[in-house]
């Protein structure tokens, strides 16, 4: 089985600053990794993913997410946060087997301060 | 994109009555999921579908049921919904995209059921 753990459930952070969501997740085999956000009232939109490769991702909003094999950890960063990423955001995790089902973590809701 | 919609997007019912939620495909995609999103403990999956009635059970099924009949249709039962069962329930839908391992997920926009 596979887990995934958002270390902050809250994240204030004032405009302009940088933000940092860390990400650590649990699984027995490799997997492919992602990072949603929600905005309020809204469903789920893909802010990037990790399947191979690089180990740097590069998304949209100016996101961007490091994995981390050695310490399972995937955490989204973003070098100046806007108003409007006021949102929740969710790492999650597919560990490729039948069924290609998603885990995800318990969510970190970011609120950007002017 | 595929096209996912879930209906209905609102729904408040009493204690121990059925529900079913219904999410719909435009595209012929193989997997489907039902999931419920909670405070603080993010999307959990309730049943998934790799297929017609081809379902299986995810980690917090109980007090619920599946049918798929059709590739395009995945129906989630409350059987007698409980006021434990309010929740904003998502579909998805997963299709490949250049191999059996390359995934990509599409969301429904929710379904907000309460159940008083």
């Known amino acids: 089985a596979q887990s995934v753990t958002q270390l902050d459930s809250q994240v204030p952070v004032f405009e302009e600053a940088p933000v940092e969501l860390r990400c650590n997740y649990s699984?027995?085999?490799?997997?492919?990794l992602f990072w949603y956000v929600q905005y309020p009232n809204q469903g789920l939109q893909l802010l990037l993913k990790?399947?191979?490769?690089?180990?740097l991702v590069k998304g949209i909003n100016g996101f961007e997410a490091e994995f981390n094999k050695s310490q399972t950890s995937f955490h989204l960063r973003k070098p100046s946060v806007h108003i409007s990423d006021t949102a929740e955001y969710f790492c999650?995790?597919?560990?490729?087997?039948?069924?290609?089902?998603?885990?995800f973590g318990g969510g970190t809701r970011v609120l950007v301060k002017p | 994109d595929a096209g996912i919609t879930q209906s209905p997007r609102h729904k408040v019912t009493e204690t121990g009555t059925p529900v079913t939620l219904r999410c719909h495909q435009t595209?012929?995609?193989?997997?489907m999921y039902w999931y419920r999103q909670d405070p603080g403990h993010g999307l959990r999956l309730i049943h998934y579908?790799?297929?017609?009635?081809?379902?299986d059970k995810g980690e917090v099924s109980d007090g619920y049921s599946v049918s798929r009949s059709k590739t395009e249709d995945f129906l989630l039962t409350l059987e007698s919904a409980t006021s434990s069962q309010t929740s904003v329930y998502f579909c998805?839908?997963?299709?490949?995209?250049?191999?059996?391992?390359?995934?990509?997920?599409?969301f429904g926009s929710g379904t907000r059921l309460t159940v008083v």
């Open positions: 998805a839908i997963s299709e490949s995209k250049g191999g059996p391992y390359l995934v990509d997920y599409t």
């Open positions: 699984s027995s085999v490799s997997v492919y």
């Open positions: 990790y399947l191979s490769g690089s180990t």
């Open positions: 999650a995790v597919s560990d490729k087997t039948a069924g290609n089902k998603l885990t």
């Open positions: 595209e012929n995609h193989r997997y």
């Open positions: 579908s790799y297929g017609v009635k081809d379902t």
